[in-house]
């Protein structure tokens, strides 16, 4: 035994944590230990205020302490436009871009067959409800270029074509400071069809 | 460190830490390996597009403490049509879940099993047949190299061999068919027929046809049995690959999770 039951334990539970390893989790184990007991003691709190106040909103599926939250809620945003993300990070992404002002839908995940997640699992039927309820013009699918987010796209395309509404795909291509050379097949053929004139 | 080349296909991916990936790669050489894609998740990343699911790349990897590290990769197929098709890329990614369940019992054939899967995802690809039908060639393909081929000609009970008039019921444990008068003797006596699991359901879906299709299949390769598509009636096909999934999934003992969502957008 070469840690003491209650630091073991901590540092157990670090270890859950998505990329945090045997070392990592020792380090903020060790780090916890260091600090006075107000300090751990507030960290707890947020944590837990964390937790408690921090839902999925009921209309956009964004995480927020407000329901509905922020963007719902700002009159300023254009609603006839829904942007469609696979997870909260994906919006704040976008977000940061200060470019777009629209609505979002989170889907919350994406269609991972290998998973075993399939439609019934993410927001899609809120998501189609909205679109027919509400006077949307278009749904723009922000959703990464993997295999999941290509089926999530396929399905999501299948369910919105029959619906009076403009889907769109952001573009993909060649990322910024990307190198011709190395790009692969996929992502130069994408780039070659989504090209405009300049 | 050392080096070493290989030529695979990847089957599924994870994420690990900030921005890499942990793949689980089919390989010619070496059967089933995971290795590390550095950065593969960083949008600038050479890495990205190779380290997708279904896509077939030479590689030279690292050997590493626990995990081996991809050093370089040099992209051989993409299949970009499959990702255009949600039914094809759903049998894409069922081919890729059989092959991580059964990959590692092929240690000797690993080579033919990587052309066979190389094959069978370029023949998806080209849509050129019905996805249903190029997929039970692909699990029979699979059941025989992995020496699971169903006994479809001789009863598996009284080796007499299977008429048309005489077929049965299938049994997974046995790995064939009864015939129907082994099958009536064995309900005739319970304690028998207690210990062993007819699919009864199955057995009321066997036609000959449905056998006649599943040797052709056997015998066949799966450009040639492309051909028998048209004249084959779909229902069969669907009893005939409902029957094999299941001694598939007897055998793998456990559920193969991306047939749900080929149900679910069939």
């Known amino acids: 035994m070469y840690f003491t039951r209650p630091l073991a334990r901590l540092i157990e539970e670090f270890q859950k944590f998505p990329g945090v390893g045997p070392k990592s989790a020792q380090r ?30 009921s209309h956009c599926f964004h995480l927020s302490a407000m329901d509905p939250c922020e963007i719902c809620t700002n009159e300023r945003r254009d609603t006839q436009t829904i942007c469609v993300v ?9 977000e940061r871009t200060r470019e777009y002002k629209g609505a979002y839908h989170v889907l919350t995940g994406l269609i991972s067959p290998m998973e075993g997640k399939g439609p019934e699992d993410l927001s899609i039927r809120e998501l189609i409800h909205r ?41 993909f291509g060649l990322p910024v400071g990307g190198d011709l050379e190395y790009a692969d097949d996929v992502t130069l053929s994408r780039a070659l069809e989504g090209r405009r004139e300049i | 460190m050392s080096t070493y080349t290989v030529t695979g296909i990847n089957l ?30 960083k949008p600038g990343s050479k890495m990205a597009g190779r380290a997708e699911p279904l896509a077939v790349n030479k590689l030279q990897l690292a050997t590493g403490r626990s995990l081996d590290i991809i050093a370089q990769a040099e992209s051989m197929e993409t299949f970009p049509a499959l990702r255009q098709d949600l039914i094809r890329l759903s049998y894409a990614l069922y081919y890729a879940e059989l092959t991580l369940t059964f990959g590692a019992g092929l240690s000797e054939e690993t080579a033919i099993y990587f052309d066979e899967l190389r094959t069978a995802l370029r023949l998806l690809a080209a849509a050129t ?22 006994e479809l000609t001789y009863c598996v009970v009284c080796r ?83 029957i094999a999934q ?13 047939l749900d969502l080929l149900a679910a957008f069939s």
Not at chain 2, 130 to 149: M, N, Q, S, T
């Open chain 1, 131 to 171: 679109v027919g309820s509400e006077n949307v013009i278009e749904v723009i699918l922000a959703i990464s270029p993997t295999v999941e987010g290509d089926a999530t796209v396929l399905y999501l395309n299948h369910l919105l074509k029959p619906l009076p509404v403009k889907v769109t795909r952001i573009a």
């Open chain 2, 12 to 41: 599924s991916t994870f994420n690990l830490g900030e921005a890499d990936k942990l793949i689980t790669i089919f390989t010619a050489e070496r059967g089933l390996i995971r290795a590390v894609a550095k950065g593969a998740r």
């Open chain 1, 86 to 94: 696979s997870e909260p990070r994906d919006l704040i992404a976008l």
């Open chain 2, 246 to 258: 299941s001694y598939i999934e007897h055998r793998a003992g456990k559920h193969m999770k991306s």
């Open chain 2, 160 to 242: 007499q061999p299977l008429t048309d008039a005489r077929l049965g019921a299938f049994h997974q444990d046995w790995g064939g068919i009864i015939c129907k008068v082994c099958l009536t003797s064995r309900d005739r006596e319970p304690a028998t027929a207690e210990s062993t699991r007819f699919s009864m359901r199955a057995a009321r879906e066997i036609t000959p046809l449905v056998w006649k299709h599943l040797v052709l299949a056997l015998d066949c390769e799966p450009t040639s049995a492309a051909g028998a598509t048209s004249s084959s009636p779909k229902q069969s096909l669907i009893a005939a690959r409902r």
């Open chain 1, 28 to 57: 903020m184990a060790f780090h916890v230990l260091a600090q006075t007991p107000d300090s751990v003691r507030q960290l707890c709190e947020i944590i837990l205020e964390a937790k408690e106040k921090v839902k999925h909103c």
């Open chain 2, 129 to 150: 047949a019905d996805p249903a039908w190029l997929c039970l060639c692909f699990e029979l393909h699979l059941l025989d190299l992995l020496g699971y081929r169903p």
